[in-house]
T-cell receptor, first 109, second 113 residues
Framework: TQLLEQSPQFLSIQEGENLTVYCNSSSVFSSLQWYRQEPGEGPVLLVTVVTGGEVKKLKRLTFQFGDARKDSSLHITAAQPGDTGLYLCALQGAQKLVFGQGTRLTINP | DAGVIQSPRHEVTEMGQEVTLRCKPISGHDYLFWYRQTMMRGLELLIYFNNNVPIDDSGMPEDRFSAKMPNASFSTLKIQPSEPRDSAVYFC???????????FGQGTRLTVV
């Protein structure tokens, strides 16, 4: 059983559309990180959310941490081909950084 | 700093052979992690070190896998003997503390035939 569930697993949309991907856990976590991974590279940190209900913005990306600190979402506005990649959420708990399986996002020109 | 450096980038080996993957973490980072990534299982934590000491190796799949960190600037992950199901991308990452950003290397793509 995955500690972290990400959905959808795959998403392919047209440039300019909006999208939301989700990260859910049955456990409360102290903090959650979102990473993006491009082909042939390692994951790169986008943001860390710590406080329940917290919202962080990174240009066209909006990250939200659920009030109960068991879920998080990533919303992308006006998606661009450069947003294509694997988006991973990672949970910090029990002295480990554990990753979800990711959402593979493709933005078509 | 050049970031986390892994070698080799690609490795193709025959079943039964020994494979050694190498990692140089970012200087000053106290934590080093080894992950394995496959399409089926995603990114799995194999083992991590704090100040060169292995802390949690519960993710190491079997005794064929071993990892060492002889000093703060070098770690190895060894598979002996290798099997086709070990084929994956192996990532090394380092961080200053447990709760700060983990910086990943570019990975080693291992293919066991």
């Amino acid at each position: 059983t995955q500690l972290l569930e990400q959905s959808p697993q795959f998403l392919s949309i047209q440039e300019g559309e909006n999208l939301t991907v989700y990260c859910n856990s049955s456990s409360v976590f102290s903090s959650l990180q979102w990473y993006r991974q491009e082909p042939g590279e390692g994951p790169v940190l986008l943001v860390t959310v710590v406080t329940g209900g917290e919202v962080k913005k990174l240009k066209r990306l909006t990250f939200q941490f659920g009030d109960a600190r068991k879920d998080s979402s990533l919303h992308i506005t006006a998606a661009q081909p450069g947003d294509t990649g694997l988006y991973l959420c990672a949970l910090q708990g029990a002295q480990k950084l554990v990753f979800g399986q990711g959402t593979r996002l493709t933005i078509n020109p | 700093d050049a970031g986390v450096i892994q070698s080799p980038r690609h490795e193709v080996t025959e079943m039964g052979q020994e494979v050694t993957l190498r990692c140089k973490p970012i200087s000053g980072h106290d934590y080093l992690f080894w992950y394995r990534q496959t399409m089926m299982r995603g990114l799995e934590l194999l083992i991590y070190f704090n100040n060169n000491v292995p802390i949690d190796d519960s993710g190491m799949p079997e005794d064929r896998f071993s990892a060492k960190m002889p000093n703060a600037s070098f770690s190895t992950l060894k598979i002996q003997p290798s099997e086709p199901r070990d084929s994956a991308v192996y990532f090394c990452a380092s961080s200053r503390t447990m709760n700060t950003e983990a910086f990943f290397g570019q990975g080693t793509r291992l293919t066991v035939v």
